[in-house]
C-alpha cells in the first residue's frame, strides 16, 4: 500500500521516490495506507484527477509539480484548509476510481453517482482499486498503492480537463485555480508533479490547456479527496449527499480557467493571462477577419458543422488526365549536371563556369558525398567570386590549408563553409583567411555554420580581416560567447545586416542585447533554438531595433509567448519573414497581433503552433495577399476555413507546407491549389487523407506535390536564395 | 520532312541544323521565337541564330531535343498501357509511405 507521508508545510518538496506519482497533473499524491480505512493520513491527500478516478482506483495522483513551482503564493493560503480536507482523504479516491473505472472513458465527468459508488465497496474494493490504480499510471515508477505502479492514461486525463467538463465536487477552497490542492500537495513529497510535467509534456499542441488541465485534475483529485474522506469520516451521511454538497460548493469555481500557469522568469513581467477572446475584440483587420470567418459558419444551415461542410460544394475535381506526365523530361541543363557530378575528377578547370551553375554543382556533389579536395581546388582557383559549400564534413585540416592558404580572395564575396567543424579550428583559421591583414576585404558574406571548434578569438581574428561583412552566419559554434558577439558588434556595428546565431548555446541572449543595438542596419536575426531568448528579450530588442528588422527567425525559443508576438507585431512593421517554429506556447492571439501589425509578410513558417482553423483563416484574410512561403506544418486544426481563405487570398503563393494537417480534406487542397495559381511547391507529408481525388483531379499544372507517395526528399529541400543578402542589395 | 514542318538552328561557325519543328519547341526560347506575334525575323523564315553557340553544343542539343521528345511520348504511352496497373502500383507506394 502507499505510504502514508506527513503533510508539511507548503513545502515544495519532493515526495518520496517510492510512492508512485499518478501521471495526471493531479496536484498531489496521497500515500494510502495499507489500512483501507479512512486513516486520517496526516500526510498528504492524494489527489486524482476525476478521469483518473474514474478510471482507475488508483491513488490519487499527486499534485501537479508543475503547478507547485509556479503557484508558490497562493497556495500558502488555502494550506490550513486543503490540509484538511487532505487528511480526510484517503482511500476514498481509490474509492473513487472503482466506480470511475467502470464508467466509460467518454463520460468525463467524474458523477455523483460513480462517486457514490465508489464509495460503498470501500474496504473490499481498496486492494482492487489499488491494483487497478497501480496499472492505470502509464508514467514513472510511482508507487500509488502497495508499492504498485500506477499507470495514468494521461491523455484522457488532459482531455477531461481541457474541456472543463469534470463536475469537481471539491471542497477545497481554491483560488479557481486548483492552487489549493497544489499548496497541499506541495506539502507531500511525491514527485507526482514530475509525471504531471511529463504528462503536460506529452500534450505539446496542449500547453495552454495543460494548465488547465492541471488545475482540474488536481481540483477533480482534491474534490475526490475531500469528498472520500468526507465519507470516511461520517458515515452517516449519504454519499450522494455528500456529493452533492461537494459539488454545490464547487462549481463555481469551474467557471473561469486560466490560461496559462507557467511562471516566467523572476525579471519578466507578471505572465499576463490574456482570454483568447481578447484579440478579437481589438479594431483592427484581424477582427473583421474574425467576424468574416464566423459568418461563414453562422450562413450554414445548422445541421453543418460549422468547419467541414462549405468546401467541399465548390471544388469539382477534374477528370483524371495523362497529359500532366507530358512534361517530365528533365532539362539539359540536369542531365549535364548530373554526369558533371558523377565524374567530377575528370573535370579539369571549371574557368567561364558562372556562379549558379558552380553552386548548383557543388550542391550536386555534397548530396551525394562526392565532393572532394580536387574540385575544392577547382573552385578556389584564379580568383573565384563565390564558393558556397554546404557540407565541409569531408575536408580535413590540412587539405583546407592547402587550398586556403594559396587562394586569391580579392574577389571573394561568398563564402559558405557550413558543417566545417573538422577542419576550421582557431590555429588553422590564424593559418589561413586570416594570414594576410585585409585580405578578405571584399567579403559580404560569410557562413561557417557548424564551426563547433571556432573560439571567441578566432572569430575576432575573422572579423579584423573581413571588416566589411553583411551578412555573418554563425549557426552552432557552440565555443562562441556574449563577449565574441559584443566584439562582432563594436566591428561591424555600421555594416551588418544579417545575423544568425543559431544554436549557440555559449550566447545568453540578454547578455548580447547592448550589442545588438549597435548594430546599425541589422535586418536578419535568428535565434532559434535559445533557451535564454525570452518575451523581455523580445520585447526590448524590437523597442530599438524593430522599424528596420526584416526577419525574425525565431524558432525552437519555446519560453515565448504571446506578448512578444505582441511586442513584434507593434514595433516591426516592415516584417517579411517569420518563423515561428516549434514556439508551442503561442495561441490565436499571437495571429490577431501580427495581423494587425505587421502588413508585409512574405515568409511565415509555423510547425507545432496551437493555432486554431478560424485564427489561421482568418489571419489570411486579412493579410494574405503578400505571402510567398507558408508553412502550417503540424498546425493540427487547419482546416476549410484556412482552405477558403487561402484560396481567395494568397494569390502570390509559391511554397506551400502542410504537413501532419490530418483534418485538410482533399476539396479543400484542391481549391487552394487551383485558385493559388504562382504554387509551385505543395508539402503533404503525413497528409494520408489525401487521396487520388486530389492529386489527380486538380488542375494546377505547375504544382510540385511532394511527400504523399515516394517522394525524393533531397531534390525538394529548399535551397535558400543564392543572393548574398536576402532583403536588400549589397 | 515538308519544309513547314522544320526549323533551322545556325550556330557560331555558320552550321545550319534543320530539325522538326516539334523538336525545337521543346526549348521555350525558340518556342517564344517561333511563335509569338511580335513579329520576329525568324517567324518568317524559321531560321534562329546563336552566336554564342559552338557547333558540337548545338549539335548536342538538337540531339537532346529529340531525345527529350521520346522520353515524353515514352512515358505517355507507359502511361496509357499501364493505367490499370498504376492504381495498384500507387496503393502499394501510399502503403508504404503510410510506414
Redesign the interface.
Known amino acids: 500500500m502507499r505510504v502514508l507521508r506527513s503533510t508539511k508545510p507548503a513545502s515544495l518538496t519532493q515526495p518520496p521516490s517510492n510512492l508512485i506519482e499518478p501521471s495526471t497533473p493531479a496536484k498531489e499524491v496521497e500515500p494510502n495506507t495499507n489500512n483501507n480505512t479512512n486513516n486520517p493520513s496526516s500526510s498528504h491527500s492524494l489527489r486524482r484527477s476525476a478521469r483518473l478516478s474514474s478510471h482507475n482506483n488508483a491513488v490519487p495522483p499527486t499534485c501537479t509539480q508543475r503547478k507547485r513551482k509556479s503557484l508558490d503564493i497562493p497556495l500558502q493560503l488555502d494550506t490550513p484548509l486543503t490540509k484538511q480536507t487532505v487528511r480526510k482523504v484517503k482511500q476514498p479516491p481509490k474509492g473513487l476510481s472503482l466506480d470511475a473505472v467502470k464508467e466509460p472513458v467518454q463520460d468525463r465527468c467524474l458523477s455523483l453517482r460513480s462517486g457514490k459508488n465508489l464509495l460503498k465497496p470501500e474496504v473490499n474494493s481498496l486492494d482492487s482499486m489499488n491494483g487497478k490504480e497501480a496499472q492505470g499510471f502509464d508514467q514513472g515508477g510511482v508507487v500509488v498503492e502497495d508499492g504498485e505502479r500506477m499507470d495514468v492514461d494521461l491523455g484522457n486525463v488532459v482531455d477531461v480537463d481541457a474541456k472543463g467538463d469534470l463536475s469537481c465536487r471539491f471542497s477545497m477552497e481554491e483560488k479557481g485555480k486548483g492552487k489549493v490542492v497544489v499548496e497541499d500537495s506541495s506539502s507531500s513529497d511525491f514527485s507526482v508533479t514530475d509525471y504531471l510535467m511529463d504528462a503536460g509534456d506529452l500534450f505539446g499542441g496542449l500547453e495552454e490547456e495543460g494548465g488547465l488541465m492541471d488545475n482540474l485534475i488536481a481540483e477533480t483529485v482534491s474534490l475526490a479527496e475531500v469528498t472520500i474522506g468526507r465519507a470516511g469520516t461520517s458515515d452517516k451521511m449519504d454519499p450522494k449527499e455528500r456529493f452533492k454538497n461537494v459539488a454545490k460548493e464547487n462549481a463555481s469555481r469551474f467557471a473561469h480557467f486560466s490560461v496559462r500557469e507557467e511562471e516566467e522568469d523572476k525579471d519578466e513581467l507578471e505572465p499576463q493571462v490574456e482570454e483568447n477572446g481578447d484579440v478579437e475584440d481589438w479594431p483592427g483587420p484581424f477582427s473583421t477577419a474574425m467576424k468574416i470567418i464566423k459568418g461563414r459558419g453562422s450562413n450554414m444551415s445548422t445541421e453543418q458543422k460549422k468547419k467541414s461542410e462549405s468546401v467541399p460544394v465548390i471544388w469539382v475535381p477534374k477528370e483524371i488526365k ?1 497529359d500532366r ?5 528533365p532539362s ?1 541543363e540536369e ?1 549535364c549536371l548530373e554526369i558533371m557530378a558523377e565524374h567530377v575528377d575528370a573535370i579539369t578547370s571549371l574557368e567561364s563556369v558562372p556562379d549558379v551553375l558552380r553552386h548548383k554543382l557543388t550542391q550536386a556533389l555534397c548530396d551525394s558525398r562526392k565532393m572532394n579536395h580536387h574540385f575544392l581546388d577547382l573552385l578556389a582557383s584564379r580568383s573565384p567570386s563565390e564558393i558556397r559549400i554546404k557540407d565541409c564534413s569531408w575536408l580535413d585540416e590540412n587539405q583546407f590549408t592547402k587550398t586556403f592558404e594559396a587562394i586569391d580572395a580579392s574577389n571573394l564575396t561568398v563564402l559558405q563553409l557550413d558543417q566545417c567543424g573538422r577542419c576550421l579550428p582557431d590555429y588553422v583559421l590564424y593559418a589561413t583567411l586570416t594570414h594576410l591583414s585585409n585580405k578578405l576585404s571584399a567579403l559580404t558574406n560569410i557562413s561557417v555554420k557548424g564551426a563547433c571548434r571556432l573560439s571567441d578569438a578566432g572569430l575576432n581574428a575573422l572579423i579584423t580581416s573581413a571588416s566589411s561583412l553583411r551578412s555573418i552566419n554563425l549557426g552552432c559554434c557552440s565555443l562562441l560567447t556574449s563577449d565574441a558577439i559584443s566584439n562582432l558588434a563594436d566591428k561591424l556595428g555600421p555594416v551588418l545586416k544579417e545575423l544568425y546565431i543559431d544554436e549557440c548555446f555559449g550566447i545568453d541572449a540578454k547578455r548580447i542585447l547592448p550589442a545588438l543595438f549597435k548594430l546599425q542596419h541589422l535586418e536578419v536575426l535568428s535565434i532559434s533554438r535559445s533557451e535564454t531568448v525570452t518575451d523581455s528579450f523580445i520585447t526590448q530588442f524590437v523597442a530599438v531595433q524593430g522599424h528596420k528588422m526584416k526577419e525574425l527567425v525565431l524558432a525552437d525559443c519555446t519560453k515565448l509567448t504571446d506578448r512578444a508576438l505582441k511586442a513584434i507585431a507593434t514595433s516591426c512593421p516592415g516584417l517579411c519573414g517569420i518563423d515561428l517554429t516549434n514556439v508551442c506556447k503561442l495561441t490565436d492571439a499571437s495571429l490577431g497581433h501580427l495581423a494587425n501589425g505587421c502588413q508585409t509578410i512574405q515568409t511565415m513558417k509555423f510547425r507545432r503552433n496551437a493555432f486554431s482553423d478560424e485564427a489561421v483563416a482568418a489571419y489570411f484574410e486579412a493579410r494574405g495577399g503578400p505571402l510567398t512561403e507558408l508553412s502550417l506544418n503540424h498546425v493540427d486544426k487547419v482546416a476549410n476555413h484556412t482552405a477558403l481563405s487561402l484560396a481567395k487570398h494568397a494569390k502570390k503563393l509559391q511554397s506551400l507546407d502542410m504537413s501532419w494537417c490530418r483534418e485538410m480534406t482533399n476539396e479543400g487542397l484542391g481549391l487552394i491549389v487551383d485558385s493559388c495559381l504562382s504554387l509551385k511547391m505543395l508539402k503533404l507529408f503525413g497528409c ?1 487523407q489525401i487521396t ?1 481525388v486530389f492529386t489527380h483531379g486538380h488542375s494546377n499544372e505547375n504544382v510540385k506535390i511532394v511527400g ?3 517522394s525524393q526528399i533531397l531534390k525538394n529541400i529548399v535551397v535558400p536564395d543564392l543572393l548574398p543578402l536576402r532583403y536588400s542589395s549589397v | 520532312m515538308k519544309k513547314e514542318d522544320t526549323v533551322k538552328l545556325i550556330s557560331a561557325e555558320g552550321f545550319e541544323f534543320v530539325i522538326d519543328k516539334n523538336a525545337a519547341m ?1 526549348s521555350q526560347t525558340i518556342r517564344n521565337m517561333l511563335t509569338s506575334p511580335g513579329g520576329f525575323a525568324e517567324t518568317e523564315h524559321r531560321e534562329v541564330t546563336f552566336p554564342e553557340i559552338s557547333t558540337t553544343i548545338l549539335e ?2 538538337c540531339q ?1 531535343f529529340y ?2 521528345l521520346q ?2 511520348r515514352l ?2 504511352a507507359r ?2 498501357n499501364l ?1 490499370e496497373d498504376q ?1 495498384v502500383v ?1 496503393s502499394h ?2 502503403s ?3 510506414i
Open positions: 495523362n506526365f507530358r512534361k517530365v523530361a539539359l542531365l494520408t487520388n504523399l507517395e515516394e | 521543346v548536342k542539343i537532346y531525345w527529350s522520353y515524353a512515358l505517355e502511361v496509357v493505367h492504381s500507387r507506394y501510399q508504404i509511405s503510410h
